[in-house]
């Protein structure tokens, strides 16, 4: 699986925009990027996922560059309870029994 | 919706002892992950099952086993707990190859807290 860099760390106003970079420059053309995030020790919970168009759904936004190198999370109006570990990873396919493989991740602090 | 069920939720054992974990995958999902995430770590895959045979392994110690039953849930069997097997540990589950489901990632259950004394 493609390695990926997040920054370790980021902060938030709450009700901002809150932009999550990705940089996964190995990524294969059969990998999927996910976002994935954990809030303290709870189980870890899917966000989002695209190949190369630009996704959205409830949760968030997801911007992928043109030659897939990275990508970006986009929570549109960040609250308190977005306070979390944001993991983003790459994996084959979407109909495959493939393991997801955690990095660090980035560490989103939301703020008043 | 049903969740992923992870029993129990809290374990304590001492150095040497067993332990086993059990996870219920939603119903009609397929495939069960487990990861170990340690104390300020982020979470490790050890291995998976689909349909009942193992379909991946990761660093996943000798001491420890696992199996996926006809009813799809599974068990991670664990011996000669160590003080580092202290951990949080997740079961995962999926529809591993439907096209659909599978593109909405995994489910994780709430994990099974282990300390080891």
């Known amino acids: 699986d493609a390695k990926t860099t997040q920054p370790p760390s980021m902060d938030c106003a709450e009700g901002r925009a809150a932009n999550l970079p990705c940089n996964h420059s190995?990524?294969?053309?059969?990998?999927?990027v996910y976002w994935y995030r954990q809030i303290h020790s709870q189980g870890p919970q899917y966000i989002i996922h695209?190949?190369?168009n630009n996704e959205t759904n409830e949760m968030a936004s997801l911007i992928i560059t043109e030659d897939r190198k990275s990508s970006t999370l986009i929570l549109p109006h960040a609250t308190l309870r977005d306070t979390a570990v944001y993991y983003c990873?790459?994996?084959?396919?979407?109909?495959?029994?493939?393991?997801?493989?955690f990095g660090t991740g980035t560490r989103l602090q939301v703020t008043l | 919706a049903a969740g992923v069920i992870q029993s129990p939720r809290h374990l304590i054992k001492e150095k040497r002892e067993t332990a086993t974990l059990k996870c219920y995958p939603i119903?009609?999902?397929?495939?069960v992950y487990w990861y170990q995430q340690g104390p300020g770590q982020d979470p490790q895959f050890l291995i998976s099952?689909?349909?009942?045979?193992?379909?991946d392994k990761g660093s996943i110690p000798d001491r420890f086993s696992a199996q996926q039953f006809s009813d799809y849930h599974s068990e991670l069997n664990m011996s000669s707990l160590e003080l580092g097997d202290s951990a949080l540990y997740f079961c995962?589950?999926?529809?591993?190859?439907?096209?659909?489901?599978?593109?909405?990632?995994?489910?994780f259950g709430s994990g099974t807290r282990l300390t080891v004394v």
């Open positions: 995962a589950s999926s529809l591993g190859l439907n096209p659909l489901t599978g593109a909405y990632g995994y489910t």
């Open positions: 119903p009609r999902h397929d495939t």
């Open positions: 695209g190949l190369k």
């Open positions: 190995t990524i294969s053309g059969n990998e999927y």
């Open positions: 099952f689909y349909e009942k045979m193992q379909s």
């Open positions: 990873i790459v994996r084959p396919g979407t109909g495959t029994a493939s393991k997801l493989t």
